[in-house]
């Protein structure tokens, strides 16, 4: 039997928390399916089936714009893809790897525009080979970027950098990661914004102080940075690496600064991909 109850006035406790689907995402309401974008495998949002297996063609979609869906395992239909619902991790090799947009464009819309990225992933610590989460390539007319770590003789080399103009290999403006422990879940946060017409990038590995700007001038372009080139954002690994959440928001729409994202992200991720 249910007990139905009428108030005698209107509901209005102000002190009630609101039930968001996700708290990292802004009260603002959504403008663009660049603005912000939101994969959390662990979620059935993101990963209906929630299956162990990642088919080529298997779609993603996004938690901060449902109508945006990712491409599952990129086009190619010998790459290998697997998902622990446990932890909620997906690990991948080979490329392409996985994309995580339909349309190149769909995160980084706007170039000019003030991006914050938080993302967790786990590195191998033993691979010679480097591992990527990689958007873009380095030529003279586009700044790019790219997310790499080398294990073998290098196991604490986790970068975050802007490829070189001209070699999409080669490290300029990087962000570098300290004290990162390969083989386990790790939360990176990265940050660019444009000052005094220059564009600066800073990071923050799990909770830790964010460290300081660093320049990301090089190239021709002339917004200095170029995020929406015709690339779609890939995932691959050359060994074992795990990917479990990522988050990307335009500040310059949100209004938000990337200490507010951060922080939103790490309360959300910590402890639920161990």
């Known amino acids: 039997m249910t007990l139905i109850t009428r108030l005698s006035t209107?509901?209005?406790?102000?002190t009630l928390p609101i039930l968001r689907k996700d708290p990292v995402l802004p009260s603002t309401a959504l403008t663009?399916?660049?603005d912000r974008v939101l994969y959390d495998w662990k979620n059935i949002g993101t990963w209906?089936?929630?299956?162990g297996t990642i088919n080529a063609g298997d779609t993603f979609f996004s938690l901060a714009d449902?109508?945006?869906a990712g491409v599952g395992d990129g086009v190619d239909a010998n790459i290998a893809a697997t998902y622990d619902s446990a932890t909620g991790?997906?690990?991948t090799d080979t490329f392409p790897g996985l994309e995580i947009e339909d349309n190149y464009d769909d995160i980084f819309s706007d170039?000019?525009?003030d991006y914050v990225v938080s993302f967790w992933m786990s590195f191998d610590s033993t691979s010679a080979f480097p591992q990527v989460s990689k958007k873009g390539i380095g030529?003279?007319?586009?700044?790019?970027?790219?997310?790499?770590?080398?294990g073998g003789s290098n196991t604490t080399a986790v970068n975050w950098y802007q490829p070189a103009a001209g070699d999409p290999?080669?490290?300029s403006n990087a962000v570098n990661f300290s004290s990162v422990t390969l083989g386990t879940m790790n939360r990176y946060g990265v940050h660019w914004t444009k000052s005094s017409g220059s564009w600066q990038i800073r990071g923050v590995l799990n909770d830790n102080t964010p460290g300081s700007y660093g320049s990301m001038s090089h190239g021709t372009d002339a917004n200095g940075i170029q995020l929406n080139s015709a690339w779609n954002w890939q995932f691959r690994a050359e060994s074992t690496a795990d990917i479990a959440r990522i988050y990307v928001e335009n500040l310059s729409v949100s209004g938000r600064t990337a200490e507010q994202v951060w922080d939103a992200d790490w309360a959300r991720g910590n402890g639920r991909y161990s």
Request: charged share 15%; no cysteine; aromatic share 12%.
């Open 139 to 150: 030529d003279l007319n586009s700044n790019t970027f790219s997310f790499v770590v080398y």
């Open 48 to 51: 209906p089936s929630q299956a």
């Open 169 to 171: 290999d080669a490290k």
């Open 10 to 14: 209107a509901f209005t406790d102000a």
């Open 32 to 34: 663009g399916a660049g």
């Open 111 to 113: 170039p000019t525009a």
């Open 89 to 91: 991790r997906v690990s």
């Open 66 to 68: 449902p109508n945006v």
